[in-house]
């Protein structure tokens, strides 16, 4: 088992930054890549990045490319999620997510393990 806990949302006016954590813990040596989602009200989950947790690549949804920049510290066995520019549309629930297995990086089927979730408002 792998046990997520995020931090770092919070209210912020557009145009402003913040900066998300995801701690893991538990069976963590086992982690192929992990990822940030976020769903608002009334809509579906959505991808937003992903990281390959050994070789550090990265991968964005083409809506974020440019203001989110994901980040890992092997050491603190902890994923970063730098959101700058933020917009009220930003404004969701944001979730950590970790996979143990290969596959397509967005699919949030393919996710074992997440975390609680931290809400982002973003003020006009």
């Known amino acids: 088992q792998v046990q997520l806990v995020e931090s770092g949302g919070g209210l912020v006016q557009a145009g402003g930054s913040l900066r998300l954590s995801c701690a893991a813990s538990?069976?963590?040596?086992?982690?192929?890549?992990m990822g940030w989602f976020r769903q608002a009200p009334g809509k579906e989950r959505e991808f937003l990045a992903a990281i390959w947790w050994k070789i550090g690549s990265t991968y964005y949804v083409d809506s974020v490319k440019g203001r989110f920049t994901i980040s890992r510290d092997n050491a603190k066995n902890t994923v970063y999620l730098q959101m700058n520019s933020l917009k009220p549309e930003d404004t969701a629930v944001y979730y950590c997510a970790a996979r143990s297995t290969i596959g397509t990086i967005t699919r949030i089927p393919g996710y074992d393990y997440w975390g609680q979730g931290t809400q982002v408002t973003v003020s006009s």
């Open positions: 538990g069976r963590t040596g086992s982690t192929y890549a």
